[in-house]
């Protein structure tokens, strides 16, 4: 028998996160137990590691009385107030060739939007947090972004294959989005672009999104979608920044237009 269930409506964002931290735990377990991390399963771009862990860490939300949308499993109870949307290993390719940066990713949304989120580094055990209104932290302590403006100053981690030299100073690619999006959240990087059509869904970047917003930094769809979604097949190109002038100079080098909003 599960603890019990988060209560709802009304429920406590500290009850909500140690849940998390639960079902993020079951994950690290569950991954460490796998010798092999190389085969795949039937389904295109999908580990078994990534169905392993989804076994562990479903019912595990599930009966914390949240609702789940898994990137592996699809959507439980959706008629739940809160639901946790999970991506078990974001960064699978880098967890099977034994690469540092793969992470255990989720976030709790309620009717107004992404409420707590936790991203893990399974690697390292480094540690991000998030909870509306109440800030960012890594391993317990708050974070800020960073302050850079110009993009040709900027440090920009990219996810896909640019066109060109877009005019940073400096790229990486380093195959994790949502521990991309916390390095941004932590001023390790000055921002991020998704260079590539119909790769991300919301289990990639909500819970480094939430991240990001609380340590001050901006994230947005570049098609200007709303990024907050329960929908299994949606796909999003999100960008985010540190500073506003950083922002509208990664929209500019896409062609991007500014969303009417």
């Known amino acids: 028998m599960g603890r019990p269930a988060i209560p709802s409506p009304g429920v406590d964002d500290a009850?909500?996160?140690d849940l998390l931290e639960r079902a993020a735990a079951a994950v690290r377990v569950?991954?460490?137990a796998v010798e092999d991390r190389m085969?795949?399963?039937e389904r295109a771009g999908q580990y078994a590691i990534d169905v392993v862990t989804d076994d562990v860490v479903v019912p595990i939300l599930l009966d914390g009385g949240v609702g789940v949308l898994s990137e592996e499993s699809g959507l439980h109870e959706a008629g739940r107030d809160l639901v946790v949307v999970v991506d078990p290993v974001d960064g699978s390719t880098n967890a099977s060739r034994g690469i540092p940066w793969y992470a255990t990713s989720m976030c709790a949304v309620d009717a107004d939007g992404a409420r707590v989120a936790l991203v893990e580094n399974l690697a390292t055990g480094e540690r991000f947090d998030a909870v509306r209104g109440g800030?960012?932290?890594r391993n317990g302590s708050a974070i800020t972004t960073g302050t850079v403006r110009r993009l040709d100053d900027a440090v920009i981690a990219i996810t896909g294959l640019a066109a060109a030299d877009l005019g940073w100073h400096q790229f990486r690619s380093l195959g994790a989005a949502a521990l991309d999006l916390c390095a941004v959240a932590c001023g390790r990087l000055d921002g991020w672009v998704d260079c590539t059509i119909g790769l991300h869904g919301p289990w990639d970047y909500l819970g480094g999104m939430l991240v990001c917003t609380e340590a001050g930094a901006l994230v947005v769809d570049g098609e200007g979608r709303e990024l907050v979604t329960l929908e299994h097949g949606a796909r999003r190109r999100p960008i985010?920044?540190?500073?506003?002038?950083?922002?509208?100079?990664l929209r500019r080098i896409r062609g991007v237009p500014r969303p009417s909003s």
């Open 135 to 137: 800030g960012a932290r």
């Open 15 to 17: 009850a909500v996160l």
């Open 240 to 249: 985010a920044a540190a500073t506003p002038e950083l922002l509208d100079a």
């Open 39 to 41: 085969p795949m399963t």
């Open 30 to 32: 569950a991954l460490h």
